[in-house]
């Protein structure tokens, strides 16, 4: 069997977790296949139990068979109980390693760079680590890395988390807002960000291969953070907090946009997007049925002049949330029918409405589709 999976569930005695590794060890040591291709551990202690000697030796018996992909989860019923599992620094020197998972109460204490040099996808979640440094010496090793999550614990040790790794091409952090980043990833492919993070804190490059990023926080986004994705073909916007725009910022690469309504000025940022995207194919508008009460007072300022993405370019428009938007996000649908020269379907989310509202939408939007110069194809969506 070259995949194994072992899991605990609160352990309160010593003796418990002794017969645990006992068990373990004695099945990976009767291991027939000739290379151990998956090993999953998840230990849930008692706040008093140690088990760094045990779970050690599991992980050198595990090494030791040469294991491609590693999941380890650790957890002690106290979460804030100061009790932490010290990943063996021996460990951290693997040739065969390809896939690594850290999960929970487990201290990342690394002194010197490591040698991870078939490690291609690393998930460091909600664990501690011992300072910057064991931060920097643990990517650094990881010459071949091209996959990285890392979900920060609501506390975290680190103040500045340094990513600098030329070959990474996909990129998540799930963060509270309390750590810098700095991203140095010229391969970067994909990146997802979301939380309280405060886009102020991430300094990084326009990654020259960048195709797809979600951004998904509380926090402001300024003007000097967007320019940072002008060369993104997917980009999906949720912001929470007021945007500022970067005037004169060409997204020349974009193809593909989504924007939630998050803030009153929405519609002014999906202005500057489609003023600033002159290529873009797909616009999906999504607007939140929980924010409706909150949008009270939505202006939006028509554009003086048809952006370049309307005449020629845009294929496919999306409006989910239709149903209860307001008249100036009516006026912002029309402009886009109207406009859009290139349109081939144009979809709007009509579920929650009687079959009389539903028909009354119908005719209002196809005398604007009929009134454009595009042969569009109008669906509605249930």
Same mark, same amino acid.
């Given at each position: ?15 418990? =977790? ?5 068990? =373990? ?44 992909? @590693? ?9 804030? $109980? ?74 975290? *040790?680190? #103040? ?5 790794? /030329? ?31 405060? !886009? ?6 326009? /990654? ?24 993104? #073909? ?16 060409? !997204? ?6 989504? &924007? /939630? $309504? ?14 600033? $995207? ?35 370019? @845009? ?32 979809? !709007? ?6 079959? *009389? ?17 595009? $042969?569009?194809? &109008?669906?509605?969506?249930?």
């Amino acid at each position: 069997m070259p995949s194994l999976e072992f899991k605990t569930f609160r352990y309160k005695r010593r003796n418990d =977790v002794e017969k645990f590794s006992d068990n =373990v060890c004695r099945c990976l040591l009767s291991q027939q296949a000739p290379v151990l291709q998956s090993l999953s551990l998840s230990i849930n202690l008692c706040d008093e139990i140690s088990l760094d000697c045990d779970i050690g030796i599991l992980l050198g018996v595990a090494f030791g068979l040469h294991v491609r992909e @590693l999941k380890l989860h650790v957890s002690f019923w106290k979460y804030y $109980s100061g009790n932490l599992f010290r990943f063996p620094r021996i460990l951290y020197n693997s040739q065969t390693l390809e896939s690594l998972e850290l999960n929970q109460q487990i201290l990342i204490d690394v002194p010197f760079p490591v040698g991870l040099k078939s490690l291609r996808t690393l998930h460091l979640k909600g664990v501690r680590y011992k300072d910057d440094e064991s931060v920097v010496n643990l990517l650094s090793g990881c010459s071949h890395l091209e996959n990285l999550e890392v979900i920060q614990c609501p506390k975290s *040790d680190v #103040k500045t988390f340094t990513i600098d790794v /030329p070959s990474l091409q996909r990129l998540i952090i799930r963060d509270t807002g309390e750590v810098v980043y700095v991203i140095k990833a010229p391969s970067l492919k994909y990146l997802e960000v979301v939380g309280k993070i405060a !886009f102020g804190s991430i300094l990084i490059g326009n /990654p020259p291969e960048l195709e797809e990023a979600y951004l998904n926080t509380y926090s402001k986004i300024y003007d000097y953070t967007l320019r940072s994705f002008t060369s993104v #073909k997917r980009l999906c916007l949720v912001s929470y907090s007021p945007i500022t725009y970067p005037t004169g910022t060409i !997204f020349y690469r974009l193809v593909y946009l989504e &924007l /939630p $309504s998050m803030t009153q000025d929405w519609l002014n940022l999906l202005t500057f997007m489609l003023n600033a $995207s002159p290529k873009l194919q797909v616009l999906k508008l999504t607007v939140q049925y929980w924010s409706q009460n909150e949008k009270v007072g939505v202006k939006w300022s028509q554009p003086k002049n048809v952006p370049e993405c309307l005449l020629l370019h @845009l294929e496919t428009f999306v409006w989910k949330g239709y149903i209860k938007i307001q008249q100036e996000e009516k006026e912002v649908a029309k402009y886009i029918l109207r406009n859009a020269n290139r349109l081939k379907r144009a979809t !709007f989310s009509v579920k929650g409405l009687n079959s *009389d509202e539903r028909i009354k939408i119908v005719k209002e939007l196809e005398s604007v589709v009929r009134a454009s110069k595009s $042969s569009c194809q &109008l669906c509605l969506l249930e």
